[in-house]
């Protein structure tokens, strides 16, 4: 029963749309709605602004598949029951659902605003009587199946594995799941927590907790005996389970989805691309096998390097490498981390795509995108899994040279040069690297990848402004002038290395940039370079001891 009296919330007015914003992410993915009806206006707001609402004609007070504008976690918890997660199928002990889990911590560590995108209802953790095969197929239908209104689900990834019909950014009615972040354009992050829970085999049941006896104990009785009537109903025990650990298949199938997810964004290589928008993951924690180092959750680097990870078994290849995920719009936190609102999960863990999110949208809000999130602090008790010891974080990576006359090549100067990274130090938990997992030495800072999601986006907003003018030389001197304002803006604050503008960056729009097709069709192009500042994030320091020379007294004396 709560205390008497009235209670104040204030809410935070919603902000209107901003091209060149880059802390507000999209989460897609599985929850359950709370029950009761939907706050009064919800539906004809949504209706009018998300045109991924039209979408199958699933829009109704399910949410199903619509992007929902969320500015707390209060306003989150109000719609979604994010806790009613069944254990195994039929029970009624539930966990919090990984999406719940992700937008709490997205808030929590500062993000101000998210859409949410509900897929469906969560799938059990585990389901013991499955097949291997079923489970896997249970899962992939959930991650990438047709839609189904009637079962109350839509694809997360529509097209992945060709299980449904791909989305097309020209047609807001294929908007479905992940693919709403086409309708919704001041949204910079993109963020699917469900996807290594629907790629990972199935769960390992914990091992029995065998109490360690000591000497017999003698009691006295203080009280009679309790009847049979007096006795509580003995409680079946809760099954637990191992949080997943990916193998060589389960690998595979998260690359497929990661990079099924980077495509979808950055094709088709024209105006409706989402290239803008960073993919925001984590890399689940490897299995240890035989043939793998030792302790490779501890040090992933040689894992990601390995052939037969991503891809497929006609044409492996490694996480690392470009046509797998080696890309610069994708950010992967790691490692996992156990707080008080994953404690029912298996072994207390939640992945920490939802505390890198927020920890980018507060460095963005606070300092600006171009710039490190690294050395931010989390908010709330967190803590690590596996605990990175300090040898293991700093060592770097060469791929070993083959047998001709290749040299080795360096794939990472340290494990942070490709992770995000998370450490516990001096009793607090922080974020110790702002990386991508580019190839590209040039893209590995996070920075550099969200400033040019800036300048993207800001072209776009530019160009929509100036799509009905005549094009002429007129308006390619206005195009020029409005590009280098921008530009010039980000200069002032620190978003480019050099000491002039012309150091910094160049714009050019006119004949030079066009071809005749071009000028004819009234298609205007204009070619930005950039030069990004980028930042320093770890310095080494190698400290040598030496022999100390004699002293005064001791020459004297000789």
């Known amino acids: 029963m709560s205390a008497p009296g009235i209670v ?27 029950q009761g009806p939907l706050p009064k206006g919800l539906l004809e707001t949504l209706a009018a602004d998300a045109p ?19 500015d707390s976690w209060d306003q989150f918890d109000r719609l979604f029951d994010w806790t009613q997660r069944s254990r195994v199928p039929g029970s009624t002990d539930t966990v919090p659902a990984a999406l719940g889990l992700a937008v709490r911590q997205f808030f929590l ?11 469906g209802d969560p799938l059990p953790v585990a389901d013991p ?57 001041d949204a910079a992050m993109l963020v699917l927590p469900d996807v290594a829970d629907l790629t990972a085999e199935p769960l390992e049941a914990a091992p029995e907790f065998v109490p360690v006896l000591g000497q017999t104990e003698q009691w006295r009785p203080c009280a009679p005996a309790a009847g049979e009537s007096d006795m509580l109903p003995a409680r079946p025990a809760v099954q637990q389970f191992l949080a997943p650990r990916f193998g060589q298949d389960a690998y595979r199938r998260w690359s497929q989805a990661v990079s099924y997810g980077l495509t979808m964004l950055g094709r088709p290589r024209g105006p409706a691309h989402r290239r803008d928008v960073m993919l925001v993951s984590a890399l689940p924690l490897p299995q240890q096998t035989t043939d793998l180092p030792e302790r490779i959750a501890n040090w992933p680097l040689p894992l990601l390097d390995r052939e037969g990870y991503a891809g497929t078994e006609a044409a492996p290849l490694a996480l690392f490498d470009e046509a797998a995920i080696g890309n610069a719009r994708l950010q992967l936190g790691y490692p996992w ?55 293991d974080r700093n060592r770097g990576y060469e791929r070993p040279a083959g047998g001709g006359n290749e040299h080795a090549v360096n794939r990472a100067d340290w494990l942070g040069d490709r ?30 990848s969200r400033l040019m999601g800036i300048v993207l986006r800001a072209a776009r907003h530019l160009g929509e402004d ?13 195009c020029a002038d409005r590009m280098i304002a921008i530009l010039e803006r980000l200069r002032t604050m620190g978003a480019f290395s050099g000491a002039s503008a012309r150091e910094c960056y160049r714009v050019t729009c006119d004949r030079s940039t066009m071809t005749a097709s071009d000028i004819d069709a009234g298609r205007v192009r204009c070619d930005v370079v950039l030069n ?4 320093i994030e770890r310095i080494e320091v190698n400290l040598a001891l030496i022999e100390p020379l004699p002293s005064q007294s001791t020459r004297e004396a000789a």
């Open 8 to 34: 104040f919330t204030a809410t935070r007015p919603p902000a209107p749309p901003a091209s060149s914003r880059a802390d507000i992410a999209l989460f897609a993915g599985l929850i359950a709605r709370r």
């Open 52 to 70: 991924a609402a039209e979408a199958g004609g699933f829009f109704d007070e399910r949410l199903l598949g619509v992007p929902v504008r969320i």
């Open 109 to 119: 560590q500062g993000g101000s605003a998210a859409y949410v995108v509900r897929c």
């Open 129 to 185: 009587e499955a097949s291997p095969e079923a489970y896997r197929t249970a899962r992939g239908n959930a991650l990438s199946g047709k839609a189904a209104p009637e079962q109350d689900r839509v694809p997360i990834l529509p097209g992945l594995q060709n299980r449904s019909n791909p989305a097309d950014p020209l047609d807001p009615a294929s908007w479905l799941g992940a693919a709403a972040i086409f309708g919704v354009m």
């Open 337 to 391: 981390m156990k707080t008080p609102e994953a404690a029912a999960c298996p072994e207390g863990l939640q992945s920490p795509e939802g505390a890198l999110a927020g920890i980018l949208a507060r460095s963005a809000l606070e300092k600006g995108a171009f710039r490190s999130a690294a050395n931010s602090e989390l908010r709330g008790p967190v803590l690590l899994h596996p605990s990175l010891a300090l040898n």
């Open 419 to 448: 992770l995000c990274l998370f450490e516990a130090r001096r009793g607090a938990v922080r974020m110790i690297s702002d990386a991508t997992f580019a190839q590209s030495r040039a893209w590995r800072s996070g920075g550099v």
């Open 466 to 478: 100036l799509m009905f003018e005549p094009s002429g030389p007129r308006l390619w001197r206005g």
């Open 532 to 535: 990004p500042a980028s930042p």
